[in-house]
């Protein structure tokens, strides 16, 4: 079967490999680099921390892959597994965190709520007086997403993939059972297309007359030099009521990110401002210390980059055939990385078998919000 996968991101490449695996004839085409979108541009966190059924799918199937993945496809990630925990300032919040693990215990999750003179067992330089409880998960981690990228596009490359970098797609067309692919560099007549572009999605498939409901929204992030070393078995630390969130980068820094502006105008994923404001710098330093007392005024910065999040109205992707022929896996929320492994599985089952096996992704589907079938997500940042 003739395959053509839209973007070279890390679900597209993802799924190129595991559509090439099984013996599917498969072209690539990405208009700029790989991982020039959003991969390149992410925290790298792997978690099973969710509180709905098909992310914790998703992510457990993909922690799967990722716990392999040097052995099977040569490939050092730098994955770590110190944890992740959400900390709460509020009750509510609290209360949210706490009726969501018992839950994410049912579904082999192995998180557990503590008391912030728990969770300094963990964090030492959590300031336990600004919180009234924390949520932790100690098996989730993050890795690198660039290396994981990296392994999947040589192993997609190994197994008769054809990855082709600076071709736009112009044209595409899927009607009457026939799909048809119009980009820079000629016209491809596949039998399927995947449309995994990120936040370049909605134009893409809206070519074809599908409408995605996927809004690209910038997010921010920075490499700290702290003013006392983040311990490298810290956990990534996220603070859901101030929106920050810190973990340990290599030798003492920390990767430091967050939103704290209620505006957050959609953008142009090809025109929008891939630095980071000053403002925000500013901002996100004073609330990662009201976080731990490793940051403070002698923090210096050591590098700062912006991205994309490709977000759905409730944070969850859309996977699924859309019409017959053309296939969309877009709007992960900041979760594409994380999920990926198990969405280019569930690609492929789509455009081969005709159903997803892998993880039930039926509540996935675009029209969800439609039938007012949205669903609910309590864990939101990184």
Same mark, same amino acid.
């Not at 925990?85 to 049912?106: K, W």
């Not at 998180?111 to 949520?135: M, N």
């Not at 210390?289 to 759905?312: H, N």
């Not at 492994?341 to 992704?361: H, N, Y």
């Given at each position: 079967?003739?395959?053509?996968?839209? &973007?070279?991101?890390?679900?597209?490449?993802?799924?190129?490999?595991?559509?090439?695996?099984?013996? =599917?004839?498969?072209?690539?085409?990405?208009?700029?680099?790989?991982?020039?979108?959003?991969?390149?541009?992410?925290?790298?966190?792997?978690?099973?921390?969710?509180?709905?059924?098909? /992310?914790?799918?998703?992510?457990?199937?993909?922690?799967?892959?990722?716990?392999?993945?040097? +052995?099977?496809? !040569?490939?050092?990630?730098?994955? $770590?597994?110190?944890?992740?925990?959400?900390?709460?300032?509020? &009750?509510?919040?609290?209360?949210?965190?706490? +009726?969501?693990?018992?839950?994410?215990?049912?579904?082999?999750? #192995?998180?557990?709520?503590?008391?912030?003179?728990?969770?300094?067992?963990?964090?030492?330089?959590?300031?336990?007086? /600004?919180?009234? &409880?924390?949520?932790?998960?100690?098996?989730?981690?993050? =890795?690198?997403?660039?290396?994981?990228? %990296?392994g999947f596009s040589r192993a997609a490359t190994g197994?008769?993939?054809?990855? $082709?970098?600076?071709?736009?797609?112009?044209?595409?067309?899927?009607?009457?059972?026939?799909?048809?692919?119009?980009?820079t560099d000629g016209t491809y007549d596949p039998e399927?297309?995947?449309?995994?572009?990120?936040?370049?999605? @909605?134009?893409?498939?809206?070519?074809?007359?599908?409408?995605?409901?996927?809004?690209? $929204?910038?997010?921010?992030?920075?490499?700290?030099?702290?003013? /006392?070393?983040?311990?490298?078995?810290?956990?990534?630390?996220?603070?859901?009521?101030?929106?920050?969130?810190? $973990?340990?980068?290599?030798?003492?820094?920390? *990767?430091?990110?967050? !939103?704290?502006?209620?505006?957050?105008?959609?953008?142009?994923?090809?025109?929008?401002?891939? /630095?980071?404001? *000053?403002?925000?710098?500013? #901002?996100?330093?004073?609330?990662?210390?009201?976080? =731990?007392?490793?940051?403070?005024?002698?923090?210096?910065?050591?590098?700062g980059w912006a991205g994309l999040y490709a977000v759905?109205?409730? !944070? !969850? @992707?859309?996977?699924?055939?859309?019409? @017959?022929? *053309?296939?969309?896996?877009?709007?992960?929320?900041?979760?594409?990385?994380? %999920?990926?492994?198990?969405?280019?599985?569930?690609?492929?089952?789509?455009?081969?078998?005709?159903?997803?096996?892998?993880?039930?992704?039926?509540? *996935?589907?675009?029209?969800?919000? #439609?039938?007012? +079938?949205?669903?609910?997500?309590?864990?939101?940042?990184?």
């Amino acid at each position: 079967m003739d395959v053509v996968v839209v &973007g070279g991101g890390i679900v597209g490449v993802s799924s190129a490999y595991y559509l090439a695996e099984r013996g =599917a004839d498969v072209t690539l085409l990405e208009k700029a680099s790989l991982g020039s979108g959003s991969t390149d541009r992410a925290a790298g966190g792997i978690r099973a921390q969710f509180s709905t059924t098909v /992310s914790i799918e998703l992510s457990k199937r993909s922690i799967e892959v990722w716990e392999r993945f040097e +052995e099977d496809f !040569h490939t050092d990630i730098e994955y $770590r597994r110190p944890g992740y925990m959400y900390v709460a300032r509020t &009750g509510s919040t609290a209360d949210r965190l706490r +009726e969501a693990i018992p839950f994410q215990n049912d579904h082999g999750v #192995e998180s557990e709520f503590l008391s912030p003179e728990e969770a300094v067992e963990y964090v030492p330089g959590l300031r336990t007086d /600004s919180y009234v &409880g924390t949520a932790y998960c100690p098996t989730d981690g993050f =890795a690198d997403p660039h290396l994981g990228l %990296q392994g999947f596009s040589r192993a997609a490359t190994g197994v008769g993939a054809e990855i $082709r970098t600076g071709v736009e797609v112009t044209d595409l067309e899927a009607e009457d059972g026939g799909v048809s692919v119009g980009t820079t560099d000629g016209t491809y007549d596949p039998e399927y297309v995947v449309v995994a572009a990120g936040s370049w999605s @909605p134009k893409v498939a809206g070519m074809a007359g599908v409408d995605l409901p996927v809004s690209p $929204r910038r997010r921010q992030a920075m490499v700290v030099d702290p003013e /006392s070393p983040v311990p490298e078995s810290n956990p990534l630390v996220t603070d859901l009521d101030a929106g920050c969130y810190f $973990r340990p980068e290599r030798d003492g820094k920390a *990767l430091v990110g967050g !939103h704290f502006d209620e505006a957050d105008p959609e953008q142009d994923p090809d025109r929008y401002r891939t /630095s980071t404001d *000053l403002d925000w710098t500013v #901002e996100a330093i004073e609330e990662v210390s009201g976080v =731990a007392d490793y940051f403070g005024p002698a923090s210096e910065i050591v590098r700062g980059w912006a991205g994309l999040y490709a977000v759905t109205p409730d !944070h !969850h @992707p859309i996977i699924e055939e859309s019409r @017959p022929g *053309l296939v969309v896996a877009t709007g992960f929320s900041g979760h594409g990385f994380m %999920q990926s492994p198990a969405t280019g599985q569930v690609v492929a089952e789509l455009v081969l078998d005709g159903e997803a096996r892998t993880v039930d992704v039926s509540a *996935l589907r675009a029209d969800r919000f #439609e039938r007012g +079938e949205a669903l609910s997500e309590t864990y939101f940042s990184a």
